[in-house]
């Protein structure tokens, strides 16, 4: 029952992160996508690298690529050109604001990561070099705070990078709030 399930979430990670609809997915893994839904992000957008250096031969020296079970011959997923597209497309979104927690932050590079509660999962962001000058200052504080597990929302400005399902894959910080205080 472990494996099927191991199967199941693998073939649901794979195929949400080509753009596809997964097929024939057990009962508990569609609850688990549906209750857990930011962690299948999770997973997708960590498995995201993988798949694209994956699909590097995709229109170069293969046409597709078919992973298929030993035994059965059934196919788990294929990629293709369009796969290729949708991992490599992005559609940039409108401006958003929102209040986050920072859970990682490189100074040095300007990246790190902030927990989206709706999304209830992180996302991957980078700050613009052209963003207001305390961006990078006030990042760090909250990243301080989240680190001592005091409460900590900092309000963002940002620009969504979006997948072309809609999906956010990552964000560019344009302004930094520390907003604490309003709690």
Known sequence: MATNAIYDLSKLTLSKAIGEEPTSISQPIEQLNEAKSGDIDALVEAIEPALKKAHYGIGETAAEIIIQESKSKKIVVKFNAHSKS??????????????????????????????????????????????????????????????????????????????????????IILKAEDVSGEL
Request: proline content about 5%.
């Open 86 to 171: 949708y991992l490599k497309d992005n559609i940039e979104g409108n401006d958003d604001v929102q209040d986050v927690a920072i859970s990682a932050l490189n100074v040095n590079d300007r990246t790190g990561r902030a927990y989206f509660l709706d999304l209830k999962r992180t996302i991957p962001f980078r700050v613009s070099r052209d963003g207001d000058p305390k961006t990078v200052s006030i990042l760090s504080a909250g990243i301080n705070r989240y680190a001592n597990r005091i409460p900590a929302p900092i309000r963002i400005v940002f620009s969504r990078i979006e997948s072309v399902d809609g999906r956010l894959k990552r964000i």
